[in-house]
């Protein structure tokens, strides 16, 4: 068997056609243009990547772009006081701080100031409890953009089986909690999980996000089942050359192509539908703020 590859570059730049024309919509029919201020302190040179891409695709889909370039020794309080400002202001609809935020910054005490109903993230403590109690919230954008993936595939999840490696609150938990929501019988793996092997074998989906390049052998993949890689990891490739490196998942890819019915190639499965999400859950957050119905299909 040959799986079908989920092309998640096509499909990211399905989603943000999809939030350009409501961004459209909402200028012409309600005079709204949805904003989305990002937050960078410091100069993380892979952060400042990610912020800018961030800018420019926002930028892209219509909506208004501010970043926040903070200096690295910003003090807790001076950031505070901008998530305040931000949090009041009534063009900005979404508000993200890169993290990883120095180490003098408690992150949670962060992220737990934002609105969380500017939170696009999903990682204030309210959208965390209210997607674990199947209420409206935020969503994350990897998970959301697996969840979307998953169900273009399959049409409906509902009764299969899925396993989730990796227990992170970015990916693994709500990962966990929207395959639950669309009804699937979700386990959660990890490190410690005694027999990961068989546990996995038993997926008609897998989910790995665990961050160790080429971690799931095909040999761990039942035939048929759908796999989701949400690792992106870089390694040393020396057939190309003295000190090359490439991307891999944390998946084998082409042993697990072998078995799967689907897969999620890296570089171009799920990553590029992180940011794509991202511009949803800020066209979301604008249309609730508007007491307007959000687009269908970019929501949990
Ligand atoms: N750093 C790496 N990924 C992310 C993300 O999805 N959101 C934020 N805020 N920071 C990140």
Redesign the pocket.
């Known amino acids: 068997m040959s799986a079908t590859v989920i092309d998640g570059k096509a499909f990211a730049a399905t989603v943000r056609e999809k939030v350009a024309s409501h961004v459209a919509r909402l200028k012409a029919e309600h005079d709204i243009t949805p904003g989305l201020a990002v937050v960078l302190v410091g100069e993380d040179p892979a952060?400042q990547v990610?912020v800018r891409s961030k800018g420019k695709q926002t930028v892209e889909v219509g909506m208004n772009s501010v970043e926040h370039k903070l200096d690295a020794a910003t003090s807790e309080s001076d950031l505070l006081a901008l998530i305040d400002q931000l949090n009041a202001d009534p063009t900005v609809h979404g508000i993200?701080?890169?993290?990883?935020l120095p180490d003098h910054l408690n992150e949670d005490l962060v992220i737990n100031s934002i609105a969380p109903s500017k939170d696009v993230?999903g990682?204030h403590i309210s959208n965390v409890g209210l997607l674990g109690t199947g209420q409206q919230s935020m969503v994350p954008?990897?998970p959301l953009g697996c969840l979307m993936m998953l169900r273009d595939h399959h049409g409906s999840i509902s009764g299969l089986d899925a396993v989730v490696i990796g227990r992170s609150n970015?990916v693994g938990k709500p990962m966990a909690q929207l395959l639950l929501g669309d009804s699937c019988t979700v386990t959660i793996a990890h490190s410690r999980t005694k027999d990961l092997a068989e546990t996995v074998r038993r997926a008609d989906i897998v989910v790995a996000a665990v961050g160790r390049p080429e971690m799931v052998p095909g040999d761990w993949i039942k035939p048929g089942a759908t796999v989701i890689d949400v690792g992106i990891n870089r390694i040393d490739a020396p057939e190309k050359g003295p000190g090359k490196t490439r991307l891999v998942g944390d998946c084998h890819y082409e042993s697990c192509a072998a078995v799967a019915g689907a897969i999620t190639p890296v570089p171009g499965g799920v990553g590029p539908m992180?940011i794509a999400c991202l511009l949803a859950n800020t066209v979301t957050a604008c249309c609730r703020a508007n007491d307007l119905d959000p687009p269908e299909g970019l929501t949990a």
Not at 96 to 100: D, E, F
Request: charged share 10%; with cysteine; hydrophobic share 40%.
């Open positions: 952060s990610y993200l701080v890169q993290l990883p993230d990682f954008c990897t970015i992180t």
